[in-house]
């Protein structure tokens, strides 16, 4: 069974600081999504990334892929509360058109 | 642009009992997805369509289970007879392309709460 593991599971920081979420994973995936879900809604697209190695910036977040494919990481600067929010990755096994999503970080930007 | 709609958008039901849930995808995108998360658990995939046709059903857990896009435009998932264990969050999903041809932009609908009692 393919697993997304990610980490932190939970966060809570203080407007200002710094952050970042990781997001494992033991297979190669040919792409990897970044979301961020709200209460009563469904997940966000933030980015794709799919190239290995490859690095986006939106605004303060940094999404980057592993240059094996097989982990990502969101870097997240001066948080504000307004980021608080269920961040998800979803990795497209090679081969297939489904994602698989991770376990997912509850991140809380106290104010 | 309307996005992609869910309906209901919560549904208590008892044990035994039918539940159809529905899903109209944005216009336009032959692919439809649906996925479920159960409490506790990551999100996972179900099945995906291209169009009317199944590409994937390999996440169905179970023949209670009963998806279908006559059409090729919105989509049903048919739990009968539901039990305990169904009940969770069910999310529709649909996008323009599939595969890592190009990054396979997926678009969530809001999702069905599923209580089953």
């Known amino acids: 069974t393919q697993l997304l593991e990610q980490s932190p599971q939970f966060l809570s920081i203080q407007e200002g600081e710094n952050l970042t979420v990781y997001c494992n994973s033991s297979?190669?995936?040919?792409?990897l999504q970044w979301y961020r879900q709200e209460p009563g809604e469904g997940p966000v697209l933030l980015v794709t990334?799919?190239?290995?190695?490859e690095v986006k910036k939106l605004k303060r977040l940094t999404f980057q892929f592993g240059d094996a494919r097989k982990d990502s990481s969101l870097h997240i600067t001066a948080a504000q509360p307004g980021d608080t929010g269920l961040y998800l990755c979803?990795?497209?096994?090679?081969?297939?058109?489904?994602?698989?999503f991770g376990t997912g970080t509850r991140l809380k930007v106290l104010a | 642009e309307a996005g992609v709609t869910q309906f209901p958008s919560h549904s208590v039901i008892e044990k035994g009992q039918t539940v159809t849930l529905r899903c109209d995808p944005i216009?336009?995108?032959?692919?439809l997805y649906w996925y479920r998360r159960v409490m506790g658990k990551e999100i996972k995939f179900l099945l995906h369509?291209?169009?009317?046709?199944?590409?994937?059903e390999s996440g169905m857990p179970n023949n209670r289970f009963l998806a279908e896009r006559t059409g090729g435009t919105y989509s049903t998932l048919k739990v009968q007879p539901a039990e305990l264990e169904d009940s969770g969050v069910y999310f529709c999903?649909?996008?323009?392309?599939?595969?890592?041809?190009?990054?396979?932009?997926?678009?969530f609908g809001p999702g069905t709460r599923l209580t089953v009692l």
């Open positions: 297979s190669v995936f040919s792409s």
């Open positions: 216009s336009g995108h032959d692919n």
């Open positions: 369509f291209v169009k009317e046709s199944k590409q994937d």
């Open positions: 999903a649909s996008s323009l392309l599939a595969g890592a041809r190009s990054y396979n932009e997926q678009f």
């Open positions: 979803a990795g497209e096994p090679s081969g297939t058109y489904k994602y698989i």
């Open positions: 990334v799919v190239t290995g190695g």
